[in-house]
């Protein structure tokens, strides 16, 4: 996938392009498995390949404070709108080529290869265009998630919630997403929460 590629991004669609690297690296380098890390949406991405093609690779994964649809707050329209809102600004921040400052102090945190790379393409107006693919398919997604959850497999699950709030993450929404975070990991036989 492409940063230029605004296309929707569905869940299923990028699920089966790390299944799809999973098995390219798997012939490649013949590693025992692999343990898959996502944070926010990127959770729910490994839940999805968790359940998909290349699930026998896995051996384990990491959710940091993952998009969870046991999350009622996540449907709210509120929640939905500053979504949208934040995308807008954000949009506008990538264009003036400002967006970087909003994220000043986590830079800072980085090592130095990662904040280049985050600096030249985490910011640009085409990774926004990215971000704003993938937010036009999420709600449908997190409805679909709800609907039909993937099978929770047996192997080490942890979840990991964040402690701090944000303007898109109040503390209501904060205690509801914690709240499903410690059911999501309670729903894998080896789960376990943070």
């Known amino acids: 996938l492409s940063l230029h590629d605004a296309l929707p991004i569905w869940l299923d669609r990028v699920a089966e392009d790390l299944a799809d690297l999973l098995e390219w690296l798997a012939r490649r380098f013949e590693p025992a498995g692999f343990v898959l890390v996502g944070h926010s949406w990127g959770g729910s991405i490994v839940r999805a390949a968790l359940a998909g093609t290349a699930a026998h690779r896995i051996l384990g994964a990491i959710l940091i404070d993952p998009s969870d649809e046991g999350c009622d707050e996540m449907f709210a329209p509120a929640v939905r709108r500053a979504d949208r809102l934040g995308q807008f600004g954000s949009s506008l921040l990538a264009r003036a080529g400002l967006l970087h400052l909003c994220y000043r102090n986590m830079l800072l945190l980085m090592p130095a290869d990662a904040r280049a790379d985050m ?35 047996d192997i080490p699950v942890t979840v990991i919630s964040g402690a701090q709030t944000s303007a898109r993450m109040g503390a209501r929404v904060r205690a509801a997403a914690t709240a499903s975070h410690r059911a999501r990991a309670q729903s894998f036989p080896r789960g376990r929460y943070v």
């Open 119 to 153: 600096r030249a393409e985490g910011f640009t107006p085409a990774a926004m265009r990215t971000r704003g693919a993938e937010l036009a398919t999420l709600s449908a997604d997190l409805f679909a998630l709800r609907s039909a959850p993937p099978p929770a497999p």
